[in-house]
Nanobody, 124 residues
Framework: QVQLVESGGGLVQAGGSLSLSCAAS????????MGWFRQAPGKERDFVAA???????RYAGSVEGRFTISRDYGKSTVYLQMNSLKPEDTAVYYC??????????????????WGQGTQVTVSS
């Protein structure tokens, strides 16, 4: 029903930037909240950012001011622009979709649409 495919991960030095993309398919895309999560080895999957159908966005405190989430309805794509990257940003980043942005920010286990993940590595 909804499929998500991420791209844009890679290796970058601390202070640098990367832009992630998530291509979505499915007729419900425009009505869903879209977001990004990340998971480091041995750690839980944590919320990063989300955006809903009206353009309202939410960010984790650790990335606010450095990351920007945006959405292109015409191309069915959500983006995550990551600036001023830090080594602690290193993780596999996953695109996600859910009808409730509140659920996106509070209950990761409720998310039922996930991308395959893309590795982001930030060197010091």
């Amino acid at each position: 029903q909804v499929q998500l495919v991420e791209s844009g991960g890679g290796l970058v030095q601390a202070g640098g930037s990367l832009s992630l993309s998530c291509a979505a398919s499915g007729r419900t895309f425009s009505t869903y909240a879209m977001g990004w999560f990340r998971q480091a080895p041995g750690k839980e999957r944590d919320f990063v950012a989300a955006i809903n159908w009206s353009g309202t966005s939410r960010y984790a405190g650790s990335v606010e001011g450095r990351f920007t989430i945006s959405r292109d309805y015409g191309k069915s794509t959500v983006y995550l622009q990551m600036n001023s990257l830090k080594p602690e940003d290193t993780a596999v980043y996953y695109c996600a979709a859910h009808f409730s942005i509140a659920t996106m920010t509070s209950t990761a286990s409720a998310i039922n649409y996930w991308g395959q993940g893309t590795q982001v590595t930030v060197s010091s």
